[in-house]
């Protein structure tokens, strides 16, 4: 990253060229670096070296959806500057402000909590959700960000499409709950700002306040559409109090790090409330979620077994059939 140095200097009024880098994170989603120049202290993300989606990809998107909520009460780190050049370090990217919090990724992360602010992180998680979807898209220029007509149409076909192409056998039950969905859409309702792939795993959490929301990241997946698909995905990945969020870490925990983390059920009585929507048809939103985690494990099975590593790809394989009879369970009652 030699050029990054000069262009920082050029770009961002009083940093200095002289720049310290440290890699935070890498893998099939976007890389993410932490940059400092002796005052400033920045978070770069860029694409990873090999791309997997463009959309999952698009460096624009995160920055552009940042700035815009910026200044609202959805909380996100404030957007520094934004390059496209790919000449500077082999990929667009962004730099951001970086927070100093803890990001709720596993049951040790959350040992600190006693079960009151357990429950209050929960809640804080449903009603930054909540908070979200309010968000008129046109008021902070976000008006362009997607096409909401059709959204939840056009996601079942996408990833039913991936599926054709990342699969490594055949899978009866994607292909019947691929059936199911497309034959259930739901009526459109009014869109909002998604997410597209929020979870406690996607946020970060304060400090001195761990039961307060500082900043929702990783923004990828983000557009103008359904709201209930991000309300579908966070429940698929709760399960039974966490059973998919926490579960099948590099050292696994119990799913449920204290009682104070309430059912899914609550969960989603607590998104309701604060966000007045009507969850009746959550089922539909659920088994989209589950069918789309499915999709996307496949595709990483698909990498994996590239590599030789049979020990992984197995792991792998196994989870691809576990999501897939999940979700295939979750479709099941949207046959009616």
Not at 230 to 247: K, P
Request: hydrophobic share 40%.
């Amino acid at each position: 990253m030699e050029d990054l140095g000069p262009w920082v200097a050029d770009h961002i009024p009083g940093a200095s060229g002289d720049l310290q880098i440290e890699q935070l994170s890498g893998g099939s989603s976007n890389l993410t670096f932490r940059v400092r120049d002796g005052e400033h202290d920045w978070v770069l993300r860029r694409p990873p070296l090999s791309h997997v989606l463009a959309t999952a990809n698009d460096m624009k998107r995160e920055y552009t959806v940042q700035r815009g909520l910026h200044g609202t009460d959805v909380p996100v780190p404030e957007v520094v500057a934004f390059c496209d050049d790919e000449s500077v370090i082999g990929g667009s990217f962004y730099l951001m402000e970086r927070l100093d919090g803890i990001v709720f990724n596993d049951a040790s992360d959350v040992a600190h909590l006693d079960e009151a602010q357990s429950l209050a992180a929960t809640y804080e998680l449903m009603d930054v959700l909540a908070r979200l979807h309010a968000v008129d898209p046109e008021a902070v220029g976000l008006g362009t960000f997607g096409k909401p007509t059709g959204f939840v149409t056009r996601q079942v076909g996408r990833w039913s499409t991936q599926w054709e192409k990342s699969k490594q056998r055949e899978l009866p039950e994607i292909d019947e709950v691929a059936r199911i969905l497309a034959a259930a859409i739901p009526p459109e309702g009014a869109a909002s700002i998604v997410h597209g792939d929020y979870s406690f795993n996607n946020t970060m959490f304060r400090r001195d306040e761990p039961a307060r929301m500082q900043a929702v990241l990783d923004w990828e997946m983000s557009t103008l559409g359904d709201p209930l698909t991000d309300v579908g995905m966070v429940a698929m990945y709760w399960t039974e109090v966490g059973e998919m969020m926490w579960a099948k870490r590099e050292h696994p925990q119990p799913h449920r790090a204290n009682a104070g983390f309430p059912t899914v059920d609550d969960l989603l009585e607590r998104y309701a409330t604060s966000s007045g929507r009507d969850l009746s048809g959550i089922d539909f939103y659920r088994a989209l979620a589950t069918f789309k985690l499915a999709v996307i494990t496949e595709g990483a099975h698909a990498r994996i077994a590239g590599t030789g590593d049979a020990e992984r790809a197995a792991v792998t394989d196994a989870t691809v059939r576990q999501l897939a009879s999940m979700a295939l369970d979750a479709a099941k009652g949207l046959n009616s």
